[in-house]
């Protein structure tokens, strides 16, 4: 029951600060996320480093469906970023956020249920279940907490989710119903549904439902064109948990649901999935030159990052998958952290403007400090945490893939251009707005010190990581070369 608590606390936690205001809001959404970060490590470190829990109980026996969780090590590590993500989601908004504060911690803790239920769930209805969970309130903290034009924002974000919400629901029905053609068995069950007896031409089919879905999420080019809008136009707590985190649920899902169920369908496709990713990685950089709101720059360099996880995920071997979950971290890290900068910012300057910013350093030399380490970090320099899972992913994608691990690389020259431009444009260079703001305050220092301190562990010293994923990667591995024998 354990696993149910981890989904649970949040959603309690978000009732419990629902009618309260300002500072009990906010401090019951700390309890909450840190009892359920709590927990977590308790579960996993009574383990054995396998599938350390898994809970099964009916749920609709007539339908086939079980509440089926899971937690192994990639869950484990996608669920610590979460919930550490979350715990400075609600810092980093804790004066930004004045008007309907317990509505806020609500949809704000209620989407992070929805993405530990996602990273958790092994029946395919009860994962379709938290997909859209944590649609609606992420809707709600852009429609309502958001920026000038966020009810476009918005409405964009939620009409591009359900619209994958439904090619994903369409493609589990039809695997769900193939399988009892198949077997005479009705199961949402994702490890009876693995190596369903089907044509190539079904399971490619139901492969590229999921593909869409997933695509959509994370975001895929040409799918991403909602994520641009969505945020530049979120608060600063909704930027940090949508690119920390909401993205990778595109990802996971991929790397849990869409390759493993059709492992051959998948690899008849990987050419063209990873050419979407070599085309994310350098339109995102390209586009990224092209903008002056920050906010939307560093959305840009998401489609651009997140295109190397498409990349890795469709190499499919040892070095490239440790190199995608390495990046899912180390990306929602950086990524975040920026967001989290431009926030603090946009608090003191009430602008996103590159061309107002520019002299930041002399004003508030640890507020530029902190701000080109995270740049450094997006960029992938060596000693923080991209550097090393984005050549990892070169490294195992060019022994299948070495013209479009050489086209992928130009991104990372990219990368280091506008990086280099971001840093000179906002913190160097003439003050032209006058401005005068005090530096990092100490709740202010401690979000950043953390986000920064994370990063040079993971690029000084990744191992922990990779062992605690190893097994969990092991076996996907196995069941996809079961698939293909």
């Known amino acids: ?39 977590v490590c308790a579960v996993w470190s009574a383990g054995d480093g396998g599938r350390v829990a898994d809970l099964s109980l009916a749920w ?47 949809n704000l803790l209620w989407t992070l249920a929805g993405i530990v239920g996602v990273f958790l769930a092994l029946d395919l209805f009860l994962f379709f279940f938290f997909w859209e969970l944590m ?8 429609a309502i907490w958001g920026h000038e034009n966020r009810t476009h924002a918005s409405f964009k974000f ?21 399988h009892q053609q198949a077997t005479g068995e009705l199961t949402f069950d994702h490890d009876r549904l693995l190596d369903t007896p089907m044509s190539e031409g079904v399971a490619f089919w139901l492969m590229l439902g999921f ?36 993205l990778k649920t595109g990802a996971y899902g991929l790397l849990r ?33 092209g903008q002056r709101d920050l906010k939307r720059l560093i959305a840009y360099t998401s489609v651009s990052h997140l295109g190397f996880v498409l990349l890795g995920l469709y190499a499919w071997n040892e070095m490239a ?14 990524t975040g952290g920026l967001f989290v900068l431009v926030g603090m910012l946009s608090e003191r300057t009430h602008t996103r403007d590159l061309e107002k910013l520019g002299g930041i350093w002399d004003v508030a030399p640890r507020l530029g400090g902190a701000g080109m380490v995270l740049v450094m970090a997006a960029l992938g320099l060596p000693g923080l945490g991209s550097f090393v899972a984005e050549m990892l992913i070169l490294f195992g994608t060019f022994r299948v893939a070495p013209v479009m691990t050489a086209l992928a690389t130009l991104g990372l020259v990219c990368a280091t251009i506008y990086a280099l431009w971001i840093v000179q444009r906002t913190f160097h260079g003439e003050n032209r707005g006058g401005w005068s703001f005090a530096d990092l305050r100490a709740r202010e220092a401690g979000v950043l010190a953390a986000l920064i301190g994370a990063l040079l562990w993971l690029g000084l010293y990744p191992q922990p990581v990779f062992d605690v994923a190893r097994a969990a990667l092991a076996s996907l591995q196995g069941v996809v070369s079961g698939g293909h024998s």
């Open 321 to 334: 998958l440790q190199g995608v979950v390495l990046q899912m971290v180390a990306h929602g890290l950086a």
């Open 211 to 246: 593909f869409v879905a997933f695509a959509v999420k994370l975001p895929a080019f040409p799918l991403h064109t909602w994520l641009p809008d969505a945020h530049t136009e979120a608060p600063t707590a909704g930027s940090l948990v949508l690119a920390g985190l909401l």
């Open 60 to 106: 609709l026996p007539q339908m086939g469906i079980r509440l089926h969780l899971a937690l192994d090590g990639i869950s484990f590590v996608l669920i610590v970023l979460t919930l550490v993500l979350g715990l400075l989601a609600v810092l980093a908004s804790w004066t930004e956020i004045r008007e309907r504060v317990g509505f806020f911690h609500f």
């Open 135 to 142: 649609i609606v309130p992420m809707y709600l903290l852009i």
């Open 158 to 178: 939620f009409l591009f989710t359900q619209a994958g919400g439904l090619f994903l629901f369409v493609a589990i029905l039809g695997l769900v119903f193939v």
């Open 1 to 39: 029951m354990s696993l149910l608590w981890l989904v649970l606390l949040p959603v309690v936690g978000g009732l419990l600060a629902l009618p309260l205001r300002d500072r009990g809001a906010r401090w019951v959404a700390l309890g909450a996320l840190a009892a359920a970060l709590a927990l």
């Open 257 to 289: 649901f869409a390759i493993p169920l059709f492992p051959q369908a998948s690899a008849t496709f990987a050419p063209y999935a990873m050419a979407l990713g070599v085309a994310g990685i350098l339109y995102g950089a390209v586009l990224a030159f």
